[in-house]
């Protein structure tokens, strides 16, 4: 047996504790994937900015149809009005999407959320072969290169080629952002490191809009957020893989250097214990940088060693009615807080607002909406919290109806509203899940809750046309009606708060119910009688 693959003597947390469970290491550490998450968030609202719609008309005095139902070629000088608009350039002029192709500033928006998708299905599995560390440097660079490319490039075909993979990657440094924080401290910091970065998510929103006002042209703009993330690839660089990672996959004298590491930073004395147990796990001879990337990519592509073990798939609810009803209504949670919040998110045309006030103040409800949210989770139950908030949301979005955009100050404070509140659903929505599907299936059904709440994002750039092609306040009445629904819906489901977790799919079948408070009160006797016995 090789001393990678030796067992442990001793736990990944027992270990991570005579370093320093949370010191100054896990604080910069924290601070650095808050970074990449504000700089992910930044590039998730660049295409409001340089696909802004800017007020157009065509000069030709012989066409008189509807400006949606002419033809690029009919016309032969598209004029655009910037002087009513809040930037000096936009991918529409250059991409003449107007007339009938107005239509592909729609699809590219909705490129947003296929990127997502794909980033989702493919970032955690490549990120568990491969490492959190090294799949958020390959995401910056892929990110960099692809944002430089769109900054060249004249053919919109390849333009939104590269801005697909770039939303794969926002995607992975999502995932490997949230993972890496909640790795590298122990469960009761857990909460922390995931506050933090969530409400970075909001700040990055409010640099977004900063750093757009000051640079207009959307070419300028797109290389500037790309270039930056040159700073964040430095540090990727310079910072060690997650120690929990390299850990459980067996690479023990990686894991030692990273842990001595940790103790450096948080000022801990060497560990006698620690010291002597990775003594006795000796590698022959360390890793070289490029020998270790070139064994995480035969890692990505060869079959996993592990003993394979039975393990239960969403198929096996099928046979677990209550179960497959409250799945399908958390996925209708799932949908309204992504619809509702990326579309008030990206609203600001549809309420007709000043587009850069409007991103600020929508980043500013993430991070109150985050902040409080944590907060109120704790001390509030899920269902009331839940349907309150939809409630509170589709009630600002319907109020917006009956007040005249040019009162800023309210349309802008109920717009907020919304947001906050939005927010807290989103929270609401991982913490639920996870409680109350069962521990066999609580990862698969989560995903699969967030995957359905993706692909029904596919259809929110679309949204708008009901406001400008039918009835003006069509899509906010839809938002609004959405809310109400599913408020409606989630009080069908069982609360949560302080239940104990339901473990097998009989308990997640029976959970809320008589018959599960029994169980759980009689397989607590049964433990404590063991407990006595031993």
């Known amino acids: 047996m090789t001393s990678e693959s030796r067992a442990p003597q001793m736990s990944f947390d027992q270990a991570l504790a005579l370093c320093g469970d949370f010191g100054f290491w896990q604080v910069m550490m924290t601070a650095l994937c808050s970074l990449m998450l504000a700089d992910a968030a930044m590039f998730v609202m660049w295409p409001t900015f340089a696909r802004a719609p800017v007020p157009y008309y065509c000069a030709d005095t012989n066409v008189t149809a509807k400006l949606h139902k002419i033809e690029v070629d009919e016309c032969q000088e598209w004029v655009f009005n910037y002087s009513e608009s809040d930037v000096s350039s936009t991918m529409r002029e250059d991409f003449l999407m107007v007339g009938r192709d107005e239509f592909w500033a729609n699809h590219h928006a909705s490129t947003y959320f296929l990127g997502l998708i794909f980033g989702s299905l493919l970032g955690g599995y490549i990120g568990d072969r491969i490492g959190r560390m090294q799949l958020m440097r390959i995401a910056y660079i892929v990110q960099i290169c692809s944002g430089i490319g769109i900054y060249f490039t004249h053919n919109f075909p390849l333009s939104i080629s590269l801005w697909l993979i770039i939303c794969v990657t926002l995607m992975f440094l999502f995932l490997s952002s949230f993972i890496y924080s909640s790795e590298i401290v122990p469960a009761k910091y857990r909460h922390i490191g995931t506050l933090t970065v969530c409400t970075a998510f909001g700040v990055g929103v409010m640099l977004a809009a900063l750093v757009s006002y000051l640079v207009e042209d959307w070419r300028n703009l797109t290389l500037v957020f790309s270039l930056k993330g ?82 239960l798939s969403l198929v096996d609810m099928l046979w677990h009615r209550r179960l497959c009803i409250r799945l399908l209504i958390v996925s209708t949670t799932w949908i309204a807080a992504n619809t509702l919040d990326y579309g008030l998110l990206f609203g600001a045309d549809l309420f007709g607002q000043v587009l850069h006030g409007y991103v600020a103040i929508q980043g500013a409800a993430c991070v109150a909406g985050s902040l409080l949210g944590g907060l109120l989770l704790t001390v509030v139950g899920r269902k009331p919290l839940m349907t309150s908030c939809l409630l509170a949301a589709g009630g600002c979005i319907l109020a917006t109806i009956f007040v005249k955009q040019s009162r800023t100050a309210v349309v802008l404070l109920l717009a907020f509203t919304g947001k906050f509140a939005t927010q807290i659903v989103f929270s609401v929505c991982y913490l639920w899940t996870g409680e109350m599907m069962p521990t066999v299936l609580r990862t698969s059904t989560t995903g699969f809750a967030s995957l359905i709440a993706r692909i029904s994002g596919l259809s929110i750039p679309y949204h708008q046309l009901l406001s400008t092609r039918v009835w003006a306040p069509l899509t906010l009445i839809s938002y609004s009606g959405l809310a109400v629904t599913v408020a409606g819906l989630a009080l069908l489901l069982p609360e949560t708060r302080g239940q104990p977790l339901p473990e097998s799919l009989e308990d997640g079948e029976n959970f809320g119910t008589s018959q599960y408070r029994t169980t759980v009160t009689m397989r607590e006797m049964q433990e404590g009688k063991q407990e006595f016995a031993a």
């Open 230 to 311: 040159l700073v964040i690839l430095f540090l990727l660089l310079l910072s060690p893989e997650s120690p929990r990672w390299l850990w459980t996959t067996g690479r023990f004298h990686e894991a030692h250097r990273v842990l001595t590491s940790v103790q450096r930073f948080n000022r801990k004395h060497g560990d006698e214990k620690l010291d002597a147990y990775f003594q006795s796990i000796h590698e022959e001879k360390t890793t070289k940088f490029w020998h270790s990337w070139w064994r995480d990519v035969k890692l990505l592509f060869s079959p996993n060693n592990q003993e394979t073990v039975e393990k």
